[in-house]
């Protein structure tokens, strides 16, 4: 059984699961809390926390095994040790597994809005993001710029699902903005082809001022009343500008200190996915309380302990598989 069961927590990539877990935890949290400061009804239960959590761990799987299966041919030259190129998982369990977990989902976001009909919105935006994500997997990562944009959707989105008012923006906003710039850094250390030019690095920079500044314009015009107070611009942001800097100065760090652009590359993306959560903690630390925030940061060490499990289970593979010989011409 432990075979069978890392084999598929390596075809889902399920070590990283946490950061969407993280995600969407903070969202709750954070609409709860600005529903609260309005004296509006509060949406949090412990039964919805476990139907985000569903759709959370759905989601990401989904994604994942719908990649590893459109990218099956190209991972049999570069990662023949990937469960769908070594024949551990067939391309048709392969599937099963994959439309299982986008059913999953959406079996959540029902549950969701029967818990909470005020929020039917939550289920059209978990539609959205499966598509968003179908989008990425079969076009958008050949597109870069468009590409790279869609990533951070998909997180932005995955993020408003238990948030649809928006109540609180600025979570779901650096998502957005951190993983797409993320992306667009790391697909330029490793090297990716096509190479990014500056006309992909406008194209990017463009479309997320584009987005965000219409989203934020768009919520002060609907709500009215004082920007400040509108967009929440508190104190509680310091925790998360103090989050922000942080990261950069560990980006440098990485940077300069890996033996090539690739490994900085690998090294930095792994590392910045796990710094969504540290964003979660700082915004839940700000607005929320501090045994929330470290409810979520004890994801942290979760993941990090999962990512190692996963790379030791794959290199286990690698060396127990048989070599395969070829006759000589």
């Not at 951190?178 to 990017?204: A, D, I, M």
């Not at 989050?243 to 490994?263: C, K, N, P, S």
């Not at 942290?300 to 990512?307: H, R």
């Amino acid at each position: 059984m432990f075979p069978r069961l890392f084999t598929l927590l390596q075809f889902t990539r399920i070590a990283l699961v946490f950061t969407a877990i993280s995600n969407g935890w903070a969202s709750m949290l954070l609409q709860n809390w600005a529903l609260q400061k309005q004296g509006r009804p509060p949406s949090l239960s412990v039964a919805y926390v476990v139907a985000m959590t569903v759709v959370s761990i759905c989601l990401y799987a989904f994604g994942m095994s719908l990649n590893d299966l459109i990218d099956r041919r190209r991972d049999t030259q570069i990662a023949p040790g990937r469960p769908l190129p070594s024949g551990r998982i067939s391309v048709r369990m392969g599937h099963v597994i994959c439309a299982l977990f986008g059913l999953l989902a959406l079996a959540a976001g029902v549950w969701m809005v029967v818990l909470h009909p005020g929020q039917r919105m939550s289920i059209v935006i978990l539609a959205w993001t499966i598509g968003l994500i179908i989008v990425y997997d079969f076009a958008g990562k050949y597109l870069v710029a468009p590409g790279l944009i869609v990533l951070g959707l998909i997180r932005f989105f995955h993020a408003t699902i238990a948030a649809p008012t928006l109540e609180f923006p600025w979570q779901a906003i650096l998502l957005l903005v951190h993983v797409t710039l993320l992306s667009t850094v790391c697909y330029q250390l490793e090297g990716k082809r096509p190479r990014l030019s500056l006309r992909h690095w406008v194209w990017v920079i463009g479309g997320l001022v584009l987005v965000v500044g219409g989203l934020l314009a768009w919520l002060v015009y609907q709500r009215g009343g004082p920007v400040w107070a509108t967009l929440w611009i508190t104190r509680g942001l310091l925790p998360v500008a103090a989050a922000i800097v942080t990261f950069i100065g560990l980006a440098i760090t990485i940077r300069f200190q890996a033996r090539d652009d690739r490994a900085a590359g690998r090294s930095l993306m792994l590392y910045g996915l796990l710094w969504l959560i540290v964003y979660d903690a700082s915004f839940a630390y700000g607005f929320v309380g501090w045994r929330q925030a470290v409810m979520i940061l004890a994801l942290l060490p979760m993941s990090m302990i999962a990512v190692q499990a996963m790379r030791a289970w794959g290199q286990f593979v690698e060396y127990s598989t048989k070599p395969q010989y070829q006759r000589a011409r």
